[in-house]
């Protein structure tokens, strides 16, 4: 006979292991609620325990269950007639296949065991400086049949493709909800209406329940998806993802959203429960009025990566502190919209440009994205004018209307080799003004081979293939991929590119050159008109270290997005040095050498080049340059 007695310690909610039993904490104004217990193995049910008046503290009820060990049953909350799943489990069993219509009711809750082994995990803490961001869905990460893992679809699927992710340069990965939700609109929420707060709000018309793809509503956020899991236990398999994470020097970082109903007071505890028990590195959080300086100044997530809209820098640190490990960093649109309408040749668009490029806040970071899970990839977004929802149902109504792109000449699929060779340039375009941007680049998923989703800019409720990875196209488009692995690979090697702070176009080292300056068809003389669309970019190595004591080089970024060539002057450079040309976005055959006086190239329409600065003397090391740039 279990022994019942009475413990009014409410917080936290939910179940909790304690020494003399287990502890139930549930919210409810009935009088009639209480706790169903199930026996681990069988799944049936062993007991009904109601709360009495005697177990509420306010509108919460609380009991301790003495004599009973947390892994042999299984539990849900009752009230009235009704069976109530814990919102605060943190764990779910009784493995759900993703996307099956099921009632989210019925679902029962376990305890997490206390001994599984970190093996001294470590989290990386990269800084921003270094960081590389990957945002990804982990369902449809692996789900194609093309993706060639074991486990498609879920955490181990991912596990299996780390070697892959390491090889492109990510250093961080970030994941759409990947916490417990319902699939279909009903299952967890009061209203038939995806409860978004968000620019990119999709909404639901007419009567049919479509799948919830993404998972962007009120979660049960303590545990992990069990519909991600290849196995019946998520949080072990998720665990297991973050250890492998870290032993590759990789981060996570986890979306959460939070809908007005949630209340914010709970927001710090739910990231302590993720940093604690599965030692995640970051959150980018959702949702409007959130308690942000309140989370930001939590001391236990002082070394975690806090993603959100923008940040009140100074209520956070104040206005004379330098924080130990800059963990801010602003995560918004802004960079999105001004760099896309650079990319299809707007007017009016260089002083923007230039200033998105360079821009990092002064005591924190700032992620810059040219696409992300919301809008069209960054295929599509050089393959179509125009969205193309309707297979949402929705007759096209839903998702963003302005997308600032273009389509080359045809909307979507062209067997013009003129248009498929101008959109693979503009891609090209748009991975070099990603990766010289000062600030921390994040790319979205399958966008370094030019995954398409066929034009649909929100398929929040497309699970399948137009959503999924097609890993084919990494085989079909291997260009693109070796491109996007060229450029991380020269971005780290040159840190004059990723500064930890704002390159501040002064020359405070006294040594002849700013740290950054621009230049037009006269050096030292940019053109900015609102009719320009080509600038040159000019970072000087001696601001920025590239191993010991080594300064780096002299790097200038030639960009012209005009439909029509112009002529850039290059910087004279310190005596004994020549500008050589590093590799370039155009179709021209790469000359490789130039004269000490020779200061102006041609820049090809729609093109960026990247010119380095050498030594006249270094023959060999140009004939090397050379050799690899060609591919030999």
């Known amino acids: 006979m ?36 199930y026996d681990a193995k069988s799944g049936r049910k062993v007991n009904r325990v109601p709360f009495s008046e005697e177990d509420r503290v306010g509108n919460i009820y609380c009991k301790t269950l003495k004599g009973i060990r947390p892994e042999t049953v299984w539990y849900q909350f009752y009230q009235g007639q009704e069976t109530m799943p814990d919102e605060h489990a943190v764990k779910f069993v009784g493995r759900r296949s993703f996307g099956k219509e099921q009632d989210i009711q019925s679902l029962k809750a376990a305890f997490l065991p206390e001994d599984y082994d970190w093996e001294a995990d ?23 049949a093309s993706s060639g893992v074991a486990n498609r679809g879920t955490f181990l699927g991912l596990i299996e493709k780390i070697p892959y992710l390491k090889e492109v340069g990510v250093t961080t990965l970030e994941l759409q909800p990947a916490y ?84 914010r007071n709970e927001i710090s505890q739910i990231l302590r429960f993720w940093v604690l028990e599965y030692h995640v590195d970051g959150f980018h959080l959702m949702g409007d009025n959130l308690p942000m300086e309140m989370i930001a100044t939590d001391p236990l997530l002082a070394d975690c990566k806090l993603l959100y809209y923008d940040f009140n820098q100074e209520a956070v640190y104040g206005q004379d502190m330098e924080p130990r490990y800059p963990h801010l960093a602003a995560y918004n649109d802004s960079y999105l919209y001004d760099m896309r309408r650079f ?22 970071g700032r992620i810059h994205y040219l696409t992300n899970y919301y809008g069209f990839t960054l ?27 273009w389509n080359c000449g045809e909307e979507g699929v062209t067997r013009s080799r003129r248009i498929k060779e101008l959109r693979t340039k503009q891609i090209k375009n748009a991975m070099c003004m990603l990766l010289f941007t000062q600030s921390t680049p994040l790319i979205f998923m399958g966008d370094e081979f030019g995954n398409s989703q066929k034009g649909n800019n929100n398929p929040w409720c497309q699970d399948n293939a137009t959503a999924w990875l097609d890993w084919n196209m990494q085989r079909k488009n291997s260009e693109l991929v070796e491109f996007w692995k060229k450029l991380v690979s020269f971005r780290r090697e040159h840190p004059i590119l990723h500064p930890e702070r704002e390159l501040r176009l002064m020359d405070y080292l006294s040594c002849g050159y700013p740290d950054l300056s621009y230049h037009g068809e006269s050096a030292w003389r940019p053109q900015t008109e609102s009719y320009h669309r080509h600038i040159g970019m000019m970072f000087c190595g001696k601001y920025a270290k590239s191993g010991g004591d080594t300064e780096d080089s002299f790097l200038y970024l030639a960009m012209n997005m005009h439909w029509e060539s112009h002529e850039l002057a290059l910087p ?21 050498e130039y004269t000490e006086t020779e200061n102006r190239r041609e820049i090809s329409p729609r093109s960026i080049t990247v010119f380095i600065g050498v030594p006249i003397e270094d023959k060999e090391n140009g004939k090397r340059r050379k050799a690899a740039v060609e591919g030999k």
């Not at 470590?122 to 194609?144: D, K, Q, W």
């Not at 990119?200 to 049919?208: D, Q």
């Not at 049960?220 to 590759?248: C, I, M, S, W």
């Not at 990319?343 to 924190?364: F, H, T």
Request: net charge neutral; glycine share 8%.
């Open 2 to 37: 279990t022994e019942l007695t009475r413990k009014k310690n409410p917080y936290p909610l939910g179940a909790q292991i304690e020494s003399d039993g287990l502890r139930f904490s549930f919210v409810s104004e009935a009088s009639d609620c209480g706790i169903i217990l």
């Open 122 to 144: 470590c989290c990386p803490r990269i800084p921003f400086n270094s960081a590389l961001f990957y945002c990804m869905h982990v369902r449809g990460f692996t789900e194609h």
């Open 180 to 263: 417990e939700f319902a699939e279909f609109s009903g299952e967890n929420e009061k209203k038939d209406t995806l409860a978004f707060e968000l620019p990119y709000e999709a909404k639901e018309y007419g009567e049919k329940k479509k799948v919830n793809y993404w998972g962007y509503k009120k979660g049960f956020y303590y545990a992990p998806k069990t519909a991600y899991a290849a196995g019946e236990d998520a949080p072990e398999e998720f665990r297991h993802l973050v250890k492998t994470l870290h032993k590759n020097g990789m981060e996570l970082v986890m979306q959460f959203y939070f809908p007005g109903e949630v209340n």
């Open 343 to 364: 990319l299809k040749g707007d007017e009016n668009m260089l002083s923007s440009v230039l200033r998105q490029m360079r821009y990092i806040p002064q005591k924190a």
């Open 379 to 405: 295929a599509d977004l050089v393959s179509y004018d125009h969205k193309h929802n309707e297979a949402n149902g929705e007759g096209n109504r839903d998702g963003n209307d302005y997308n600032c792109s």
């Open 572 to 592: 004279k450079l310190p005596k004994g040095m020549r500008w050589e040309k590093a590799f370039s976005t155009g179709n021209e055959k790469m000359k490789q």
